[in-house]
């Protein structure tokens, strides 16, 4: 990665801080976008995409995003690896048994990344997709049945059964 690029890709975040400083949320996460896209080893960038994503974003839209960076991230890593051993081919040459024996290399032959920062990104794209896959789904309340109009507060008057005469009962003989 060139000097100018990695230059840029920090102007572009500090912009990017500014903006999210003062609220507008949105115009800071595409300026974001673009310093991680111009920089795809500016870890920072990729961050404060995911918080942002977190605050106001689906959980969706964040795994896409962090799948994205972890790809990007390592891909990264490994242009530049490269672009090491092609400056520095005797110094590899002289060290790969070594480096091989102790375990230190992938079987590409490039050294294996241990990098603390994959790691967290994995732990959240675990975390977010557990989280996805056993979240409760929203229960829409039951439709209820038309009501009655409701009774005024004052009761109806009731009507008056009207008996009809009773014969009176004969008494009991002892």
């Known amino acids: 990665m060139s000097r100018r690029k990695q230059i840029r890709?920090?102007?572009?975040?500090?912009?990017?801080?500014?903006?999210?400083r003062a609220g507008d949320n949105a115009a800071?996460?595409?300026?974001y976008r673009k310093s991680a896209m111009t920089d795809p080893a500016n870890f920072h960038a990729w961050n404060r995409q995911m918080v942002l994503l977190r605050?106001?974003?689906s959980k969706e839209d964040e795994v896409k995003l962090i799948k994205l960076a972890i790809a990007e991230y390592q891909k990264s890593h490994e242009?530049?690896?490269?672009?090491?051993?092609?400056?520095?081919?005797?110094?590899?040459?002289?060290?790969?048994?070594?480096?091989?024996?102790?375990?230190?290399?992938?079987?590409?032959?490039?050294?294996?990344?241990?990098?603390?920062?994959?790691?967290?990104?994995?732990?959240?794209?675990?975390?977010l997709e557990y989280r996805i896959k056993n979240a409760r789904k929203k229960k829409t309340p039951p439709k209820k049945p038309a009501r009655?109009?409701?009774?005024?507060?004052?009761?109806a008057p009731k009507k008056l059964k009207q008996n009809a005469p009773t014969k009176a009962k004969p008494a009991k003989k002892q």
Do not use: C
Request: proline fraction near 7%; charge should be positive.
């Open 28 to 31: 800071a996460l595409k300026r």
């Open 79 to 127: 242009t530049k690896q490269q672009d090491w051993l092609k400056e520095n081919r005797a110094k590899a040459d002289s060290t790969r048994e070594l480096a091989n024996v102790l375990g230190l290399l992938e079987p590409t032959g490039l050294p294996k990344i241990d990098d603390t920062i994959i790691g967290k990104w994995q732990t959240r794209l675990y975390l």
């Open 148 to 155: 009655k109009p409701p009774k005024s507060a004052t009761p």
């Open 9 to 20: 890709s920090k102007e572009q975040f500090a912009a990017a801080l500014e903006l999210e």
């Open 55 to 57: 605050k106001h974003g």
